[in-house]
T-cell receptor, first 115, second 109 residues
Framework: NAGVTQTPKFQVLKTGQSMTLQCAQDMNHNSMYWYRQDPGMGLRLIYYSASEGTTDKGEVPNGYNVSRLNKREFSLRLESAAPSQTSVYFC??????????????FGSGTQLSVL | EDKVVQSPLSLVVHEGDTVTLNCSYEVTNFRSLLWYKQEKKAPTFLFMLTSSGIEKKSGRLSSILDKKELSSILNITATQTGDSAIYLCAVEYGNKLVFGAGTILRVKS
């Protein structure tokens, strides 16, 4: 059981380049999330998808777009990368039951550097 | 402004020591508080505490929620080098989940 799988693990971009981070989960979870982690700032939510077919902005959505391709896959796109987007990106999923249990399962992260 | 604050930012202890990590929060419509351990990469779930369950324990780790003080502590007894990690606290309130900055724990042998 792979859990949450992210690709790529590392990426270096030049300012202005675009790229898509891929995420897939095999736990049949309804909700999926994209976070970024910066030193001293904890994990900040970029976008989330509460269920297949829906997406919503999180705390820091500017400069990003997402696609919930199906129940398993949730991608994050940087249309024009900026140095401020240098960070570690985590995809996560949760069952999102009615009790609002936010026990998240995380992928192993993508280290992105924008030069 | 709603916020989640963890302390200390970092600490170094020796194997066998007991450590206490703190998480305080100022939020409205509190639902739950979660603790995660982040070693090299992906954070992994440790505990979830809600108003109906204020103490959890698993082996050498335990956590208590103080609803009056709006805080939680994570205790690790008889620490081991494998406990070295970043410990993240997250608070769920309303329809949001907000993480603290984390505490970096290093256990020296």
């Amino acid at each position: 059981n792979a859990g949450v799988t992210q690709t790529p693990k590392f990426q270096v971009l030049k300012t202005g380049q675009s790229m898509t981070l891929q995420c897939a989960q095999d736990m049949n979870h309804n909700s999926m999330y994209w976070y970024r982690q910066d030193p001293g700032m904890g994990l900040r939510l970029i976008y989330y998808s509460a269920s297949e077919g829906t997406t919503d902005k999180g705390e820091v959505p500017n400069g990003y777009n997402v696609s919930r391709l199906n129940k398993r896959e949730f991608s994050l796109r940087l249309e024009s990368a900026a140095p401020s987007q240098t960070s570690v990106y985590f995809c996560a999923s949760s069952e999102r039951r009615q009790t609002h249990n936010e026990k998240l399962f995380f992928g192993s992260g993508t280290q992105l550097s924008v030069l | 402004e709603d916020k989640v604050v963890q302390s200390p930012l970092s600490l170094v202890v020796h194997e066998g020591d007991t450590v206490t990590l703190n998480c305080s929060y100022e939020v409205t419509n509190f639902r739950s508080l979660l603790w995660y351990k982040q070693e090299k990469k992906a954070p992994t779930f440790l505990f979830m505490l809600t108003s109906s369950g204020i103490e959890k324990k698993s082996g050498r780790l335990s956590s208590i929620l103080d609803k009056k003080e709006l805080s939680s502590i994570l205790n690790i007894t008889a620490t081991q080098t494998g406990d070295s990690a970043i410990y993240l606290c997250a608070v769920e309130y309303g329809n949001k989940l907000v993480f603290g900055a984390g505490t970096i724990l290093r256990v020296k042998s």
